[in-house]
């Protein structure tokens, strides 16, 4: 529901029990059966999921009409024709947790009914939760993906478990109908503050604008070192050099005659 895109199901026991069906395929796979290697090594797991989950989708588009409508008017899509096996399952006893019932045995029409979604949405949403505090799973940072039993998750508050649990719970559902049942709970979002941050980039010498004229210094400098003689260099400065020759005149090269 929470994509709107195919997914497989297992039907079993004449249709009243549904299956979610999870695949995994890793890259590196095989199975030694007897003598022989089987390469397709693909692993299927099933899990009995709750069919309410599967029709509230159908009961939630069924409700632009505004009309009471059986249950096999309500499951109907050409797309995915196998859905109306939803019919026969034995979630539809339960249906008036989450849309409105009239009729007799016989015939019996439904309507969704928003507040009745939300508080059975709650209900899964706080059970799951006990559930996680009751076998200790640890419900922060990237433990929580395999679900592994550490003491750390002995100090996961109540507000954690449901926060968690509500999440695992609106993989089930479609995104307009998790907001509102967020709100409808109270559950805050988490801002995850990004930790280890490159620093920033230095910025590049072309770009960096000098913000005084350190040429004019460095000429002041110099002048100001050149003008600064010792007595020897104030002496030398007064003697008639006119043709005097100068010391790396002796060693040029000879030109040649």
Same mark, same amino acid.
């Given at each position: 529901?929470?994509?709107?895109?195919?997914?497989?199901?297992l039907?079993?026991?004449?249709?009243?029990?549904?299956?979610?069906?999870?695949?995994?395929?890793?890259s590196?796979r095989?199975?030694?059966?007897?003598?022989?290697?089987?390469?397709?090594?693909?692993?299927h797991?099933?899990?009995?999921?709750?069919?309410l989950?599967?029709?509230?989708?159908?009961?939630?588009?069924?409700?632009?009409g505004?009309?009471?409508?059986?249950?096999?008017?309500?499951?109907?899509d050409?797309?995915?024709?196998?859905?109306?096996?939803?019919? +026969?399952? &034995?979630? !539809?006893?339960?249906?008036?947790?989450? $849309?409105d019932?009239?009729?007799? #045995? @016989?015939?019996?029409? *439904?309507?969704y009914?928003?507040?009745?979604?939300?508080?059975?949405l709650?209900?899964?949403?706080?059970?799951?939760?006990?559930?996680?505090?009751?076998?200790?799973?640890?419900?922060?940072g +990237?433990? &929580?993906? !395999?679900?592994?039993?550490?003491?750390? $998750?002995?100090?996961?508050?109540? #507000? @954690?478990y449901?926060? *968690?649990?509500?999440?695992?719970?609106?993989?089930?559902?479609?995104?307009?109908?998790?907001?509102?049942?967020?709100e409808?709970?109270?559950?805050?979002?988490?801002?995850?503050?990004?930790?280890?941050?490159?620093?920033?980039?230095?910025?590049k010498?072309?770009d960096?604008?000098?913000?005084? #004229?350190?040429?004019?210094?460095?000429?002041?400098?110099?002048?100001?070192?050149?003008?600064?003689?010792t007595?020897?260099?104030?002496?030398?400065?007064k003697?008639?050099?006119?043709?005097?020759?100068?010391?790396?005149?002796?060693?040029?090269?000879?030109?040649?005659?």
């Amino acid at each position: 529901p929470i994509t709107d895109r195919g997914a497989m199901f297992l039907f079993a026991n004449g249709d009243k029990d549904v299956f979610e069906v999870a695949v995994f395929a890793e890259s590196c796979r095989s199975w030694l059966i007897d003598n022989t290697v089987q390469q397709d090594g693909r692993l299927h797991v099933t899990t009995p999921i709750d069919s309410l989950f599967l029709l509230l989708p159908y009961l939630k588009k069924a409700k632009e009409g505004g009309m009471f409508m059986t249950l096999d008017q309500i499951v109907c899509d050409s797309d995915y024709p196998e859905c109306s096996r939803l019919v +026969a399952t &034995s979630g !539809t006893s339960e249906l008036n947790q989450i $849309a409105d019932v009239k009729g007799s #045995d @016989d015939l019996q029409v *439904y309507r969704y009914n928003e507040e009745k979604v939300l508080s059975w949405l709650q209900t899964k949403t706080e059970r799951m939760a006990d559930k996680l505090s009751e076998r200790g799973i640890c419900v922060s940072g +990237a433990q &929580s993906s !395999t679900y592994v039993r550490t003491k750390r $998750a002995m100090t996961a508050s109540h #507000d @954690d478990y449901m926060r *968690y649990a509500y999440g695992m719970v609106c993989d089930y559902i479609p995104s307009d109908v998790a907001s509102q049942l967020r709100e409808h709970m109270k559950i805050p979002e988490v801002v995850e503050k990004k930790e280890n941050e490159p620093p920033n980039k230095k910025a590049k010498l072309g770009d960096i604008t000098p913000t005084e #004229d350190y040429s004019q210094e460095k000429a002041d400098t110099k002048s100001a070192k050149t003008g600064k003689l010792t007595a020897g260099q104030k002496k030398l400065s007064k003697v008639d050099k006119s043709g005097m020759k100068s010391l790396a005149s002796f060693f040029s090269p000879k030109a040649k005659s």
